[in-house]
């Protein structure tokens, strides 16, 4: 019985109800001698309690999408076939222009929000990794207007713990974007949601880290090839971008400025810079590793300013310390938008991130130049857009001076 399944939570309902209603009917009629009494009504106090906190488990589960199956909450999941030492670049030396095209079979992805969603079980042929990938094509795709031409791609990226399918169920990204491309005010992008939680109990933190797992080379490598041998889909860096929240925020911006052979861009909803935070993070484990995947060093220390455009967005204490920070050291042609939300909004959960999908996606389509068929279109950087109501971060409109009255 699946874990986010629909017959899983019926029968949880079914069995709280009837863990409610035991007590009230056997309660009093229960016979025989009265330590075996006081035991039968612990069990029944017990599987009332049971019941009522797997359900609300289950509830939240499929709200946030914190786990896929019984593999990923008993963490005994495990994606990683081989770990290769890839090198500086996650390659290994391999030329990936050689490698054969492989076609992938794509079922219809279940689920809520998963409408026109497809999932592919993936073999990393560089990453060695093992695991499915979420596809959504626009509206746009299936036309016969569109049939020669190549769209731009976001790689949609949750947090940890999460699922792939979060930015569709949770986030309701699908949902929110189709209207918006079907009317041509965000751009017809290819939405792909790659697994991130690969190894059991941890985080990856988005690296490459030999004998244990190549998380880099798997979102920045594997999986774009994947997509640009099975769609109609731009190459890297000027049609990629990424997008994530949380540990998926941190892991957006660090591919980005890692590899801006990639990725032209990148979205960060409550990210961090340095991995330590997320402390379940294998990046954090030593000074080397967190400097190694630490955005804000990597774009300190790089040679070249990267040509790469950053959106981040994060409430005090929560990301935009770290949003200001890449701010201040970026150098052209290296832009950072950044979007200060307040506490007000909200904490740290979905109900946060999800008015903040579209403002991002129309700063992407902007920011990329597809809105007009233009190439490296720029938007003003705004600091801030405190003070603001939700709908005004919904809809983009937040006003920068309401940000500066507050501390």
């Known amino acids: 019985m699946s874990l986010t399944g629909t017959t899983f939570l019926y029968t949880l309902i079914v069995l709280s109800v009837v863990a409610v209603l035991l007590p009230l009917a056997l309660w009093s009629r229960l016979r025989g001698p009265k ?62 222009k050689r490698l054969p095209k492989v076609r992938q079979h794509f079922t219809a992805a279940s689920g809520p929000g998963m409408g026109g969603v497809r999932v592919t079980q993936l073999k990393g042929r560089v990453s ?37 399918k979060a930015w569709f169920g949770s986030l309701h990204a699908v949902n929110q974007l189709r209207p918006l491309m079907r009317d041509g005010k965000v751009a017809p992008f290819i939405l792909v949601a790659p697994r991130m939680n690969l190894l059991a109990g941890v985080d990856t933190g988005c690296a490459n880290i030999p004998g244990t797992v190549n998380a880099d080379s798997w979102l920045s490598i594997d999986v774009p090839k994947m997509v640009t041998d099975n769609f109609r889909a731009q190459s890297g860096p000027a049609g990629w971008a990424a997008a994530g929240y949380s ?20 979205i960060s909803m409550s990210g961090y810079n340095d991995p330590i935070g997320e402390r379940a993070s294998l990046a954090a484990e030593t000074p080397a590793l967190r ?117």
């Open 128 to 164: 060695g990794v093992n695991a499915e990938v979420y596809v959504w094509l626009p509206p746009q795709y299936g036309k016969p207007a569109y049939r020669h031409h190549k769209f731009p791609v976001v790689e949609l990226l949750s947090g940890y713990p999460g699922s792939a």
């Open 247 to 266: 540990a998926g925020g941190h892991c957006a911006t660090k591919l980005a400025v890692a590899h801006p052979d990639r990725y032209m861009a990148a």
């Open 291 to 407: 400097r190694a995947n630490n955005p804000y060093v990597l774009l300190r220390d790089a040679r070249t300013p990267p040509a790469i455009a950053l959106y981040q967005s994060g409430q005090p204490g929560d990301g935009y310390e770290a949003a200001t920070g890449l701010e201040q050291i970026a150098k052209a042609p290296t832009t950072v938008h950044v979007v200060y939300v307040p506490r007000s909004a909200g904490g740290h959960t979905m109900a946060l991130w999800r008015p903040q999908v579209v403002p991002a996606f129309r700063w992407l389509t902007e920011e990329m130049g597809l809105l007009h068929g233009r190439v490296g279109a720029a938007t003003p950087r705004v600091r801030s857009t405190g003070g603001s109501r939700p709908a005004e971060l919904a809809s983009g409109s937040a006003s920068p001076a309401a940000a500066a009255r507050r501390p």
């Open 35 to 96: 330590p075996l009494r006081a035991l039968g009504r612990l069990l029944m106090v017990l599987f009332a309690q049971g019941t009522a906190v797997a359900l609300v488990f289950v509830l939240v589960n499929n709200e946030n999408n914190l786990y896929d199956n019984w593999a990923d909450l008993l963490g005994t999941g495990d994606h990683v076939q081989q770990a290769a030492n890839l090198g500086a670049d996650g390659t290994g030396g391999i030329a990936l």
